[in-house]
Nanobody, 115 residues
Framework: QVQLVESGGGLVQPGGSLRLSCAAS????????MGWYRQAPGKQRELVAS???????HYVDSVKGRCTISRGGTKNAIYLQMNSLKPEDTAVYYC?????????WGQGTQVTVSS
């Protein structure tokens, strides 16, 4: 049973920072890619940032320069450091792991940017 546990969401003022964490556990094939997605009310889920097993990163244009994705020492954990947060960053953030031919998703963590 593969499980992804996210943490680090919350309420922050515009311009503030948050660090999201995702830890993957359970039996799975080698992880190829891990990433963060987000879904705002009334909008489709979108990719925020991803990192491959080789360390290649990708960011959506709207977060470039403000967010950094990284992997943990165990390689089964990822983090998303988000700085200079804006109200439009408000969404539920989901962790996703691609391992073999299977995609695994976390339960989501709410990020709210508001004064």
């Amino acid at each position: 049973q593969v499980q992804l546990v996210e943490s680090g969401g919350g309420l922050v003022q515009p311009g503030g920072s948050l660090r999201l964490s995702c830890a993957a556990s359970g039996s799975m094939f080698s992880i190829y890619l891990m990433g963060w997605y987000r879904q705002a009310p009334g909008k489709q889920r979108e990719l925020v940032a991803s990192i491959t097993s080789g360390g290649t990163t990708h960011y959506v244009d709207s977060v470039k320069g403000r967010c950094t994705i990284s992997r943990g020492g165990t390689k089964n954990a990822i983090y998303l450091q988000m700085n200079s947060l804006k109200p439009e960053d408000t969404a539920v953030y989901y962790c996703k792991v691609e391992a073999g031919l299977v995609d695994y998703w976390g339960q989501g963590t709410q990020v709210t940017v508001s004064s």
